[in-house]
Nanobody
Framework: QVQLVESGGGLVQAGGSLRLSCAAS????????MGWFRRAPGKEREFVAA????????YYADSVKGRFTISRDNAKNTVSMQMDSLKPEDTAVYYC???????????????????WGQGTQVTVSS
């Protein structure tokens, strides 16, 4: 059974940092694309970042490029996202997502992932 469990969310002031982690079980992160999405109140779930199973290629939304860094630890079967220079508009519930094995499609759409974590709240105060 595939399970994704996020951790690391919380309350931080603008300009601060948080590190989110996603522990995967039931399917290895080294053979799947891993993504982070977020949903702010009243908005649709949106793509934030992804890392490919093909090597360590990474992809970011323009809104977080240069501030967020996604990484993968194959030995621990985890994916993390370092979030720096946080802004109030980064406030959202953040979700970890995992694709099918050896998936070669898009990284940016929710339909590219078939397993999701329960989400972790990130709140950035101004």
């Amino acid at each position: 059974q595939v399970q994704l469990v996020e951790s690391g969310g919380g309350l931080v002031q603008a300009g601060g940092s948080l590190r989110l982690s996603c522990a995967a079980s039931g399917r290895t992160v080294s053979t799947t694309n891993m993504g982070w999405f977020r949903r702010a109140p009243g908005k649709e779930r949106e793509f934030v970042a992804a890392i490919s199973w093909r090597g360590y290629s990474t992809y970011y939304a323009d809104s977080v490029k240069g501030r967020f860094t996604i990484s993968r630890d194959n030995a621990k079967n985890t994916v993390s996202m370092q979030m720096d220079s946080l802004k109030p508009e980064d406030t959202a519930v953040y979700y970890c997502a995992q694709s099918k094995q050896y998936y070669s499609g898009t990284y940016y759409h929710v339909n590219a992932y078939d397993y999701w974590g329960q989400g972790t709240q990130v709140t950035v105060s101004s």
